[in-house]
């Protein structure tokens, strides 16, 4: 079983539509990552979360820690949302800042 | 532009052969990432620098891998005697601190082994 798990693997929606890609985990962490990859490879990061909820434009995340589940929610979701979405946990072990561990990313693809 | 540049874009290379990659992160970060990403997969984690000190590897960096960041700078990552397993996207990331909001992910360099 991976460490980090997403859901769904594979995501289609119509433009407009309310999207939510979820990612849990079964280890301790110090804060989550939700990056966007386009095709070709260019990642950018979207959100780091340790708590709580946090809003950036259209796109909102989540996280629970003690329930070890966060979601990324985009809001009236457009052509240009079509990416991969991964989510990545960063570890919090013997006060090293330790490392990322990913997960195989949701692919979305919004239709207009 | 993320401002981390990584070179170069692409690598064919033949079984057995040595290559090297180059990241230029962002020029004040202090920390920088190396991952490797197969098709299909999430990113996996290689090796990271704080300034020139390489602080972590993972166990999937074989003996014929290495990595410098010899200035603290720039860093480079070699394959030696490259295998078929071997070909991957290739990422560099830096960031200012260690609990930096932003990741800054550079184009990655894409490697086929034949």
């Known amino acids: 079983k991976n460490e980090v798990e997403q859901s769904p693997q594979n995501l289609t929606a119509q433009e407009g539509e309310f999207i939510t890609i979820n990612c849990s985990y079964s280890v301790g962490i110090s804060a989550l990552h939700w990056l966007q990859q386009h095709p070709g490879g260019g990642i950018v990061s979207l959100f780091m979360?340790?708590?709580g909820k946090k809003k950036h434009g259209r796109l909102i995340a989540t996280i629970n820690i003690q329930e070890k589940h966060s979601s990324l929610h985009i809001t009236a979701s457009h052509p240009r949302d079509s990416a991969v979405y991964i989510c990545a946990v960063l570890l919090n072990y013997g006060g090293s800042q330790g490392n990322l561990i990913f997960g195989k990313g949701t692919k979305l693809s919004v239709k207009p | 532009d993320t401002g981390v540049s990584q070179n170069p874009r692409h690598k064919i290379t033949k079984r057995g052969q040595n290559v090297t990659f180059r990241c230029d992160p962002i020029s004040e970060h202090n920390r920088l990432y190396w991952y490797r990403q197969t098709l299909g997969q999430g990113p996996e984690f290689l090796t990271y620098f704080q300034n020139e000190a390489q602080l972590e590897k993972s166990r999937l960096l074989s003996d014929r891998f290495s990595a410098e960041r010899p200035k603290g700078s720039f860093s480079t990552l070699e394959i030696q005697r490259t295998e078929q397993g071997d070909s991957a996207m290739y990422l560099c990331?830096?960031?200012?601190?260690?609990?930096?909001?932003?990741?800054?992910f550079g184009s990655g360099t894409q490697l086929s082994v034949l």
């Open positions: 979360l340790s708590s």
């Open positions: 990331a830096s960031s200012l601190t260690p609990r930096a909001e932003k990741l800054f």
